[in-house]
């Protein structure tokens, strides 16, 4: 008892030094949100390691499966430090942590299809894809990307709505002012179309 009592006091006291070094850091520093993500990690792993009942389990299990599980973690961490969500697949950042945008306008770019009868839907990735938890659009420089993701998006709705199919998918460019003058409301985005899929079946011969 006097040993996981004495374990426990330590990661006590290991937390408040990381929460303090965490706070000088996240207002001092210009890698606050970073540096700030490294303590937090710090003291999970500190908090975990403190747990006897954990402790127990670790020392228990062979070195070589306690390799694997660091190494696994790790790997984990170190690619979510490389802020890439698609090169170090399934080990990539997780941004959990809040950031305030000093942007005075905030684009967004959206896929509107156009059904047969001419209703307008959005195609939205991690709706037709509900497996896929966050998704972001190709950059504008990889059409080529852009062009598959467009017609798997477009084949995955007309699966479940063959009678009225998508033949046209816009993709659009919406821009949202966040500081607007006194007295003024919000209106509705402007929207720029930056370009047009035409997926109608090719006529036959």
Known sequence: MPTSRARLQTAGAIAVIA?????ITWYFWPIRGVVFQI???AAI???FHACPPITRWLASTPIVHRIV???MLAAMVAGHFTLSKTKYFPFVAWDIFSAVSEQETVFCR???GTTASGKQIRLVVEQLF???VQFDLPPDNEPEKMDRLVAALATEYNAHHAADPVREVDLMLMAVKLHLPA???HTQPSCE????YDLSPAPSS
Request: proline share 4%; hydrophobic share 45%.
């Open 130 to 132: 509900p497996s896929i």
């Open 19 to 23: 929460v303090c070094g965490a706070t």
């Open 45 to 47: 792993f500190i908090a």
């Open 110 to 112: 959206e896929l509107i």
């Open 183 to 185: 007295g003024q409301s």
């Open 69 to 71: 599980l660091y190494t």
């Open 193 to 196: 179309l930056r370009h047009r």
């Open 39 to 41: 303590y937090a990690l």
